[in-house]
């Protein structure tokens, strides 16, 4: 299966998050134990923007999140992305602290095998 790397890191000095596009996919990795905020949305958003690939699947990775404030909430749920979110998390804290992101208007779906994410993510 295709592997996410941190080829393109977004707020660098920072290193809070990467963007990287593969040939059928992008991948959103979030660093472990951060709160993301409005300004970190903006900033993947604008990384995935700069891709040139913004059509193509999403896979976002989360590990250990301590937090995700409203206002990157909102921001997270005006997005319409044009294809398929597979959100890959490690454990039940994940799935709870992203479970908002089902609501959103693009199918999205929690995962907690790559595999599974990449398989979803890649169906036609």
Do not use: N
Not at 79 to 107: C, N, Q, W
Not at 114 to 124: E, F, P, S, T
Request: proline content about 5%.
């Amino acid at each position: 299966m295709p592997r996410c790397t941190d080829q393109a890191p977004g707020r660098t000095g920072e290193g809070r998050l990467s963007v990287t596009a593969l040939p059928f996919m992008l991948c959103l990795r979030w660093q472990p134990r951060i709160v993301i905020d409005r300004e970190d949305i903006t900033v993947a958003g604008s990384a995935i923007a700069a891709s040139g690939r913004g059509g193509l699947p999403l896979l976002v990775e989360v590990s250990a999140l301590r937090e995700v404030t409203w206002a990157a909430r909102e921001l997270v749920l005006a997005y319409e992305h044009p294809a398929r979110i597979a959100i890959l998390g490690y454990d039940d804290v994940d799935r709870v602290l992203m479970a908002f992101m089902v609501r959103s208007a693009t199918k999205t779906r929690f995962f907690l095998d790559r595999d599974a994410a990449v398989r979803w993510l890649l169906r036609a």
